[in-house]
């Protein structure tokens, strides 16, 4: 009985380890991740109750549009192919912003196979229609379907599948809603008729049946080029209309979402026009500032406004924060700026010549210490305790299985054959990178038995624009690998795990600085190596790589990895 009883604990015993390595072998686990910004330009002193800093929202959120029911304020953003889609947060007081989920967050409402990831989804507008006590999100997807919105009564409680308006042919669409009920659909387009010049757009305008969700008759053309047509503008986008002073204000950006970019503003007495331009416009720009001016901002635009509840207007709107000429990693961040509107006149956002300041005024600001903080120097941790991933992480393009397990203080990835380097939904979780100096850590465990397993860290670009750092095989020896693509893969460094320590569990971090970037690894998470010191991080800029997003920080697992 008692030679029985040995023989079948060491059968379990046996069972239980040969299911622990497979397990170990066939899945990456994370244990942490920590992320900690110390950027110069937050480190100012400031009265957290009545004053903020800018950018709100930092790092890559950019195109925010907002709304209000009530004292709760709503803002959403750009995502383009990372799912889920369209970051929304709501907010009491303009300034400290809690992330309620995203707008997009089915697959049925968000398709992204086979988009390139500065395509997807571009510039949302949020509306509050107080007639039938409905918010609508209006947005331009770049795979198959075009204009459309969703609807909800409740923006925590989820949002409609997508309604489509093929009518809608352009980019930036929003939605307005007048004193009578009856609604409209704006967009940037081509001129009707065809172009006078390269780069010149137009706003457009539809009548639509709310109650139907439709659209009726013909579009208008309420804008032609921009607000001095003289001198050629390019890329009027982004209309918004607000009603006030017995005017329809039609405000959008103009110049391109560069270095020239701008806001402009027109009026008219009637919403369909004629529109006139403001004679001082534009109403916000920093393109005309001394380029080694300290704690720039540039390409400021593409703003919507929102009343507060003492009857002020404030603006929302991206800019960038640079590390050198036009470089930065971060992405377009989020801006808050009251506007100036005096009686019966124009609005202005910044008077042309004045910077954009960091840190800023507004009386009764309460911040929650519970809400994670989206702007200033912070550190956010993530052990992986809940049931599913926090709102901050996201996914490359729209997943289509199930490859990751979170809780209990992990993260499992279950490596793929897809890569970071194609254009598919690799196994991987990302988050923003939102600081121009910071560092990420984590702790990996991962025992990879071919030259193609990986796992570790990618800060991502784009699919041919990032860092590889992490666990694989070289030469068939079990190895910590750096590489930097930029088109090419490049390596930049190989070190070899020897005895014990190709079976234990690694820390991975990276640091960023501008543009130096620095890979270090440890055994114990307290005694770092540095494997690559200062690698030059402009790749991860969308100056050298293009596109429109900012740097993302993933944990990631491939089984078809190569050097």
């Known amino acids: 009985m008692r030679k029985n009883f040995i023989l079948s604990f060491f059968v379990l015993a046996f069972a239980v380890l040969h299911s622990c390595t497979e397990r170990s072998n066939d899945i990456a686990v994370f244990e942490h991740f920590r992320y900690k910004g110390n950027d110069a330009l937050f480190d100012k002193e400031f009265d957290p109750q009545n004053q903020y800093l800018n950018p709100v929202l930092a790092g890559f959120y950019p195109d925010p549009s907002i709304c209000k029911k009530g004292d709760t304020y709503y803002v959403v953003h750009s995502s383009f192919s990372l799912y889920p889609g369209v970051p929304i947060f709501k907010s009491n007081d303009l300034v400290n912003w809690e992330q309620i989920g995203h707008v997009l967050d089915r697959p049925s409402q968000l398709e992204l196979e086979g988009l390139q990831i500065s395509n997807g989804i571009f510039a949302p507008a949020i509306e509050y229609n107080p007639y039938n006590e409905t918010f609508y999100m209006i947005t ?32 930036d669409p929003s939605v307005f809603f007048d004193d009578d009920g009856k609604g409209y659909i704006l967009e940037c387009a081509e001129p009707m008729g065809g172009a006078d010049y390269r780069g010149q757009r137009a706003i457009h305008m539809h009548l639509l049946d709310v109650e139907n969700d439709v659209i009726i008759g013909e579009p208008k053309e309420i804008v032609r080029g921009g607000a001095r047509p003289e001198d050629r503008p390019i890329w009027i986008e982004a209309p ?94 989020t801006y808050l700026l009251p506007v100036e509107w005096p009686e019966g006149g124009w609005p202005t956002i910044l008077p042309q010549g004045e910077q954009i300041p960091i840190v800023n005024n507004k009386p009764g600001l309460n911040p929650d210490p519970n809400i994670p903080p989206t702007t200033g120097n912070f550190e956010f941790i993530d052990n992986f305790d809940s049931e599913d991933l926090g709102f901050t992480w996201m996914h490359i393009r729209t997943p289509r299985e199930k490859y990751y397990n979170v809780g209990s203080g992990k993260l499992e990835l279950r490596p793929r054959d897809i890569t970071t380097e194609e254009i598919g939904n690799p196994s991987a979780i990302l988050r923003r990178q939102q600081h121009t100096t910071f560092e990420a850590e984590t702790k990996l465990e991962f025992y990879p038995e071919t030259e193609a397993d990986f796992a570790g860290f990618t800060l991502f670009q784009n699919e041919e624009y990032q860092f590889l750092f992490g666990k694989t095989i070289v030469d068939g020896k079990t190895s910590l690998v750096v590489n930097r693509l930029e088109k090419d893969k490049e390596t930049l460094a190989t070190v070899e795990l020897t005895g014990r320590d190709r079976n234990r569990p690694v820390y991975l971090k990276v640091t960023g600085d501008a543009a130096d970037y620095s890979f270090l690894y440890s055994m114990d998470g307290k005694n770092w190596v540095t494997m690559v010191e200062n690698a030059d991080g402009r790749n991860l800029s969308s100056r050298v790589a293009g596109g429109f997003i900012g740097a993302l920080i993933g944990l990631y697992t491939t089984n078809n990895f190569e050097l």
């Open 140 to 171: 331009t997807s770049t795979w198959g379907i075009g204009n459309f919105y969703v609807k909800t009564k409740d923006p925590e409680q989820g949002w409609s599948d997508p309604i489509v308006f093929p009518q809608v042919r352009g980019i």
């Open 240 to 333: 918004h209309i607000i009603k006030k002073f017995g005017y329809y204000y039609l405000i959008c950006a103009e110049g391109g979402t560069g270095l020239n970019h701008s806001q402009v503003v027109f009026r008219s007495k009637d919403v369909w026009g004629p529109y006139i331009p403001y004679e001082n416009n534009p109403i916000l720009t920093q393109r005309d500032l001394p380029e080694d001016r300290e704690d720039k901002i540039t390409t400021a635009g593409h703003a919507d406004f929102v009343q507060d509840e003492n009857g002020r207007w404030w603006a929302v709107f991206l800019g960038v924060r640079p590390y050198e000429f036009d470089m930065t990693n971060v992405g377009r961040d």
